[in-house]
């Protein structure tokens, strides 16, 4: 490590998402609290759309326009450094405009690249309107975790959450539910396990990860009669992975797994779909978790929640998930540095 690395703070750049929606509004929040971070922070976003939710939520805000790579200032609380995406039309909080469907995506590829090139340590994302994205001419979009896997480039992506005392890992993300199952292959699951397993040890310390794993099927397919897929893919994927040093246990019946017996000692949980994990996690700690991209050269994390379109503009959107997610990525920042 250099002197510069011992000395420089780690920069955080920090994406709006949906404009309409609380995260403009919650960036606004963080700067009111910079100083406390030892990372400085930037804004991907429209400036003027941080200074109009400031001045709507009553919160002072000195924004500092500059290019990433340029020097920042030093952190002062009610002060952000913004890396300017445009707006393509004004927006109002709480009313969706799929004209800016572009404007989310071009803040994504600004603090990508940022990562890419070093002018930034991580990327902390506030969430956005899928609907918006695709009504705006992206057919195939699925959500940051597949856009992010897309544009760096890499085969395959982990989404994990993660609040204190758990981390829930998906084998599938956001699929409709009648795919999951064909989604599950053994080549799959293997990409999935070697990853998580890897970013454990990485970013999290854990020297031997041990890692739990759902079954698909009511009480894991009840040796067959609830369904095929633990008998055919993923028991025999596990015992191949178990061969090669990995510790796992599974799969197991998701309504049992989720109690403290079976998580005594567990590192992580891997779920097969989204709504058999995710539920569990966000009842464990919702506002205090957050969504982290494993398996890309960069790190990204994000907050647990939606756009919350009926809090957008009101004051009462909760900056607790993006705290955490922006501590986890100056964690996870360290650690790679590391």
Not at 81 to 91: G, N, T
Not at 117 to 126: P, Y
Not at 252 to 264: G, I, K, N
Not at 273 to 301: C, M, S, W
């Amino acid at each position: 490590m250099n002197r510069r690395e011992e000395t420089v703070p780690d920069i955080i750049a920090l994406t709006a998402g949906e404009p309409a929606g609380i995260g403009p509004e919650l960036l606004v929040m963080l700067a009111s609290q910079a100083e406390a971070f030892p990372a400085q922070l930037v804004a991907v976003a429209d400036p003027a759309l941080l200074v109009i939710r400031a001045r709507l939520l009553g919160l002072p805000l000195v924004v500092h326009e500059l290019a990433p790579g340029d020097p920042l200032p030093p952190a002062r609380n009610g002060e952000l450094a913004v890396w300017p995406v445009p707006l393509a039309v004004p927006s109002e909080p709480g009313v969706i405009d799929a004209r800016n469907g572009d404007h989310v995506l071009a803040m994504l590829d600004v603090a990508i690249a940022a990562c890419q090139a070093g002018h930034a340590s991580a990327m902390v994302t506030a969430p956005l309107s899928k609907a918006a994205v695709i009504e705006a001419g992206h057919a195939g979009f699925t959500g940051h975790t597949e856009y992010l896997r897309d544009v760096c480039g890499v085969e395959e992506v982990v989404m994990m959450l993660a609040c204190p005392g758990l981390r829930v890992a998906l084998a599938t993300t956001h699929l409709p539910l009648r795919e999951v199952a064909d989604a599950i292959t053994p080549e799959g699951l293997t990409r999935v396990m070697k990853i998580l397993a890897k970013d454990l040890t990485r970013y999290f310390g854990c020297a031997a990860p041990r890692i739990a794993v759902c079954g698909l099927n009511p009480h894991a397919g009840e040796g067959g009669h609830l369904g095929h897929e633990e008998i055919e893919v993923i028991s025999p994927t596990l015992d191949a992975l178990r061969a090669t040093g990995m510790q796992l246990d599974g799969p197991l019946p998701a309504d049992t797994l989720f109690t403290p017996r079976h998580l005594e000692g567990v590192d992580a949980v891997l779920a097969m779909y989204h709504d058999q994990g995710l539920p569990v996690l966000k009842y464990a700690g919702f506002g205090e978790a957050a969504n982290i991209t494993l398996g890309l050269p960069i790190v990204r994390t994000s907050v647990d929640h939606g756009t919350a379109l009926d809090l957008a503009g009101s004051g009462r959107a909760d900056v607790g998930s993006l705290l955490q997610a922006v501590r986890v990525a100056i964690e996870m920042a360290a650690a790679a540095r590391a």
